[in-house]
């Protein structure tokens, strides 16, 4: 599958909308760009958890097989 772009339209609330303004903002970024940043780091952020724990199942805690 192709890694293209897709648009993704949401709706939330004005005091949401406000927040993200602002975290973006102290960042010099756009609220488009901070969503999109948000949401891949906590896509990355599960797929290393999820590796983490096959490589615990697989060595054990400790490291050792």
């Not at 488009?32 to 060595?59: N, P």
């Amino acid at each position: 599958m192709g890694m293209g772009t897709s648009v993704l339209s949401l709706r939330i609330d004005g005091e949401l909308l406000e927040r993200l303004r602002h975290h973006a903002a102290r960042r010099g970024m756009s609220v488009q760009d901070y969503v999109v940043r948000t949401l891949t780091r906590g896509d990355f952020d599960e797929r290393f958890q999820t590796a983490v724990e096959e490589t615990e199942k697989f060595y054990g805690v400790n490291g050792v097989p």
